[in-house]
């Protein structure tokens, strides 16, 4: 802790403009933002074969949207839920079907892109602030300099050691940012992909359904039945 704040202190955190104290901010935030989105993409990630497999088996084998509607229940995520979305449109018009689909895709992204603008920002913004702490740190040196003349070089070390902290400090945070906010933009296009595969088959199934004359129970058959009419 002590090899920290004497870190902060030597990069000017005490004294206008307070850069270090803006670089620890954004380092904050941006750690708080990749220890989320990690828990949270791995938690969206699913099997999605193997939920096809099983999605198809309720709608084409067993002629069942309720069946299917659970079947994207047991799973989370984007995949799942857009599905879901899609089947409970079933019967309507494609366009319909097809305008559900999107809306539900969009929520659902904004949702995978949460946080991803502060890691954005900060991989831009603090290598800005490192480099506006060293100018402000150059011209503490100069100051000292016109001050003191060459008689104190100590002066000036300190006003160049201030620079070159802040540069380190921003480019520090900057870099581990920029590679967390690539590596979770290419795992959310994985799930684009896997969205738009999905999406595609469960229309192909709704139309191999249509031509197949096949007719799915939106409700369990037993309950179906039981709700009839006596003597119907």
């Known amino acids: ?7 902060m202190r030597k990069g000017g955190a005490m004294e206008p403009p307070y850069v270090m104290w803006f670089l620890l901010a954004f380092s904050i935030l941006a750690l708080i933002f990749i220890i989320e989105r990690a828990i ?14 099983k999605l198809r088996k309720a709608l084409i084998v067993n ?17 799942a839920s ?20 999107e809306n539900a895709a969009l929520y659902e992204m904004g949702r995978l892109e949460r946080g991803l603008a502060v890691l954005a920002t900060t991989a831009n913004v603090a290598p800005l602030l490192g480099f506006f702490g060293t100018v402000t740190g150059m011209i503490k040196s100069f100051d000292a300099l016109a001050k003191a003349g060459l008689s104190n070089p100590g002066l000036v070390a300190a006003g160049i050691s201030e620079a070159l902290i802040t540069t380190a400090a921003g480019l520090a945070i900057a870099i581990p940012a920029q590679l967390a906010y690539n590596f979770y933009m290419s795992k959310i296009n994985k799930f684009v992909r896997d969205i738009e595969t999905s999406t595609n088959m469960l229309l192909e199934t709704f139309g191999e359904m249509e031509r197949s004359g096949i007719t799915p129970e939106r409700d369990d058959p037993a309950a179906a039945k039981a709700a009839k009419p006596a003597g119907n």
């Open 40 to 53: 949270a993409l791995r938690r969206a990630k699913i099997n999605v074969n193997e939920f096809l497999a």
């Open 82 to 101: 857009i599905v879901k979305a899609g089947l409970l449109k079933y019967g309507q018009p494609k366009e319909d079907v097809e305008k559900t689909i």
């Open 1 to 7: 802790m002590g090899t920290f704040w004497e870190f």
């Open 63 to 79: 002629r069942s949207i309720r069946q299917a509607v659970k079947t994207c229940e047991e799973y989370q995520g984007p995949v």
